[in-house]
Nanobody, 121 residues
């Protein structure tokens, strides 16, 4: 069974940091691209970052320079280090897996549940 488990969300003040984790199981992790998305209330889902199967990384314009995506292929984990957080980063964050292995993805096949990030001013 394919599973993606996002965790690490919480409440921080502006300027603070959080590290999100995405634990993957049930598929060949090394072959997949993993993406992070977020959705704030009343807003469309937004792509935050992705990492391809060969380690290429992309970031959304609003988070570039503040967020860093990384993966641990031994543990089947992907991380999103979020620094210099802003109130506008408040959202539910999701991780997803794309079997193409490409970033930007062709289309995400599997989605995890979200983890809430709240940044107060």
């Amino acid at each position: 069974e394919v599973q993606l488990q996002a965790s690490g969300g919480g409440s921080v003040q502006a300027g603070g940091s959080l590290r999100l984790s995405c634990a993957a199981s049930g598929f060949t992790f090394d072959d997949y691209a993993i993406g992070w998305f977020r959705q704030a209330p009343g807003k469309a889902r937004e792509g935050v970052s992705c990492i391809s199967s060969n380690g290429n990384r992309l970031y959304g314009k609003s988070v570039k320079g503040r967020f860093t995506i990384s993966s641990d292929n031994v543990k089947n984990m992907v991380y999103l280090q979020m620094n210099s957080l802003k109130p506008e980063d408040t959202a539910v964050y999701y991780c997803a897996a794309d079997a193409s292995g490409l970033c930007p993805a062709v289309g995400y096949d599997h989605w995890g549940q979200g983890t809430q990030v709240t940044v107060s001013s």
